[in-house]
């Protein structure tokens, strides 16, 4: 997942993975917009063998990129994304992983930064090819934000349970599909609940 830099708090409350590889072999790619977006993120199905799935996440385990305390640097240039790649129960967190901020760096570091983004690549290339369909989720996580600049009234009413039915924001079931369905197509997160505006972040693969 890339995110982070300066993006308003609905975008921040929407940030999820790019790329989520599954057991089972389920592959969810983000699909790639041109320019900011208000919105969740939209997603694809493909398939492919549990057992490529398992390759790579055994490669990213012996690599020892996910060891705790892997020294990736941090480059000198401000409000760039962080990118988080998890597998396997560890978790590593770079900053400005593109190699273009990568000059100033240590060898070592910069061989690290290197060999994390061929690992990424490898991933992300896995489904290359494979049929994809557009995907819906059995669970989304709801959450409200300030409204931001934009203080103008919602005209699209809340597609979901009552907020309060909501126990830590999660909406499961046929009806997460629907309400996220309805946010892909609702940039801004703006919505009259009970004929009051609100800002709500609607989350398909939150990061907890």
């Given at each position: 997942m890339r995110a982070g830099g300066r993006v308003p708090s609905v975008v921040a409350a929407m940030q999820s993975p790019s790329l989520a590889l599954y057991d089972d072999g389920r592959v969810l790619t983000a699909v790639k917009e041109t320019a900011l977006q208000e919105a969740p993120a939209r997603y694809e199905?493909?398939?492919?063998?549990?057992a490529a799935v398992r390759d790579v996440v055994a490669?990213?385990?012996?690599s020892g990129l996910l060891d705790p305390g892997t020294d990736f640097?941090?480059?000198?240039m401000?409000?760039?994304a962080t990118t988080t790649v998890a597998a396997g129960g560890s978790t590593v967190r770079v900053y400005a992983l593109d190699g273009r901020f990568d000059d100033r760096l240590t060898a070592p570091q910069r061989e690290a930064r290197?060999?994390?983004?061929?690992l990424l690549?490898?991933?992300e290339a896995l489904a290359a090819g494979a049929p994809r369909t557009p995907w819906l989720p059995d669970l989304v996580l709801v959450r409200e934000v300030p409204p931001g600049r934009n203080t103008g009234p919602a005209t699209?009413?809340?597609p979901g349970a009552p907020l309060s039915d909501l126990p830590a924001g999660e909406l499961r079931g046929a009806g997460a599909g629907a309400v996220y369905a309805a946010a892909l197509e609702?940039?801004?997160?703006r919505w009259l609940v009970d004929g009051v505006t609100r800002v709500l972040a609607v989350n398909p693969l939150p990061v907890l």
């Open positions: 199905l493909a398939r492919i063998t549990p490669a990213a385990r012996k640097g941090t480059p000198r401000p409000d760039l290197a060999a994390l983004r061929g690549g490898q991933a699209v009413v809340w609702n940039p801004g997160g």
